[in-house]
């Protein structure tokens, strides 16, 4: 008698950990309806999760409804699913700005700038040209202006320091691959605990910027770029990558990703992935991968 079949897919259910709401009842009514498995509790009214031996038909239909209630639903293939690299986009993903935006509000261009920079993640404007017109816009800012930037108007997206913690410490590699700026990136990454970041390079002539950026530029294609080096050199498959971003420039890296995750992206980019966060954190990256609550490390 041969062994029986593990279930093939998994499904997940969570909230806004700030507003936890996710109710038991709406979990039992999905298990019924597409005959999964038991529910098992990732963390009390915040995630759950099931086992399914088929994919709904119906998954796209059923997520828009749940959308509605405040709660995200992912479902994917059970074989896997707990990774060993994080791949992350910075601006509006792993901190809630977009640096170049908040300089320009220093130059006091920040409104032209924000269109340019909303469009270009929009998927609306060639990322390369998109950057260097605000890039442009950006000439002559005092230099120090950077570090007055990072003190008083970054933040970190809620969730990115468990979510590195605690990948980290189950073995994980995690990289921080952005289209904005060295100076944030490096900063970025030394306080979320990231293997290593990558980012374009301002450059300062007189100490003031010079409204260029070196090249090559990193944008679209360097991200992917970034994930055939890095699992090449960890020895790893590009299966064993979850890749997180926002914007357009972010679509080469999750589609080729194990898992890719559109958080709280632009419409036209979330429509292209199968993982969409919106009113999850960065922890649900964790949920996604099947870690309890308990299990994440702080950092």
């Not at 194990?258 to 992935?273: D, E, I, N, R, Y």
Request: glycine content about 10%; aromatic content about 6%; proline content about 3%.
């Amino acid at each position: 008698m041969s062994a029986p079949s593990s279930p093939a897919f998994v499904a997940t259910l969570l909230t806004n950990p700030k507003t936890p709401k996710l109710d038991a009842a709406l979990l039992d009514s999905l298990r019924n309806a597409w005959g999964g498995g038991d529910v098992q509790w990732l963390a009390a009214d915040e995630a759950a999760e099931f086992t399914l031996s088929v994919l709904p038909k119906n998954r796209w239909a059923v997520w828009e409804d749940v959308q509605k209630l405040g709660v995200d639903l992912v479902i994917q293939p059970t074989a896997g699913r707990r990774k060993k690299m994080l791949l992350a986009d910075m601006d509006s993903t792993m901190i809630q700005q977009e640096c170049i935006d908040e300089l320009a509000d220093e130059a006091g261009v920040g409104a032209r700038v924000a269109d340019i920079t909303a469009r270009a993640m929009n998927g609306e404007l060639d990322f390369e040209g998109a950057l260097l017109e605000r890039v442009g816009l950006l000439k002559g800012l005092d230099e120090a202006i950077i570090a007055k930037v990072l003190a008083e108007r970054i933040t970190f997206m809620p969730g990115g320091r468990e979510l590195v913690a605690t990948m980290r410490a189950g073995g994980g590699y995690a990289a921080l691959v952005s289209g904005g700026f060295t100076a944030f990136t490096a900063k970025v990454a030394a306080e979320l605990g990231f293997d290593e970041n990558h980012a374009n390079t301002l450059l300062i002539e007189d100490s003031k910027l010079s409204g260029d950026v070196g090249r090559p530029i990193l944008g679209r294609q360097a991200k992917v770029d970034a994930l055939e080096r890095i699992t090449a050199k960890l020895g790893i498959a590009e299966t064993d990558v979850i890749a997180v971003g926002d914007g357009a420039n972010d679509l080469g890296m999750l589609g080729r990703a194990g898992t890719g995750v559109a958080l709280h992206a632009k419409p036209s980019v979330a429509a292209q992935c199968d993982v969409r966060i919106n009113h999850g954190d960065l922890t649900a990256l964790l949920y996604v991968q099947g870690y309890a609550k308990s299990e994440f490390v702080t950092g």
